[in-house]
């Protein structure tokens, strides 16, 4: 990408519109501002370059939007409590009773202190699992919708 992808002083409002919509496949808001446009077609740009919103950011948005689409007050639906350390998560697999003890950066299981709760799932079932969803800490998208 060259700097002149983001130089906007040749466009009137009508072609930064049209790059808005290029970037984001959708028109932009009706009353946007010149600055708006422009911001928004800058993060784009970095974003496709440098990366986006991490998971726990879009994840939030998604959250948030699902309240507005619910009618609800943005922020309004509980969220999924922080694991403090001391906690024990307790799970069952394969016949076998396991233990993990939260601590205040990472998990102890097996003697082991582990990065992830999804390492930890791998290593009790030899298959890639989402470590909080495993230890029953996220809602299936069935039980979220009800």
């Known amino acids: ?4 992808d983001l130089d906007f002083s040749d466009l009137d409002m009508k072609g930064l519109r049209q790059r808005w919509l290029t970037a984001f ?6 009353r946007a501002s010149r600055d708006l446009l422009e911001l928004g077609v800058c993060w784009h740009s970095q974003s ?3 990366g986006g919103l991490d998971r726990t950011t879009r994840e939030r948005i998604a959250e948030l939007v699902a309240d507005l689409q619910a009618r609800r007050k943005p922020g309004s639906t509980p969220r999924r409590a922080a694991l403090n ?3 024990t ?3 069952e697999w394969g016949g076998r009773t396991f233990q993990v003890q939260v601590l205040e950066k990472g998990f102890l299981y097996d003697h082991k202190v582990w990065g992830s709760l999804s ?3 791998r290593e009790i079932t ?3 699992w ?3 969803k495993f230890f029953g800490l996220r809602q299936t998208q069935k039980e979220a919708v009800r």
């Open 1 to 4: 990408m060259s700097g002149s």
């Open 25 to 30: 496949g959708n028109r932009p808001p009706a």
């Open 48 to 50: 496709r370059k440098f």
């Open 85 to 87: 350390p001391g906690v």
């Open 89 to 91: 998560l307790v799970r």
């Open 119 to 121: 390492e930890i799932a």
């Open 126 to 128: 030899s298959a890639r």
């Open 130 to 132: 989402n470590g909080p």
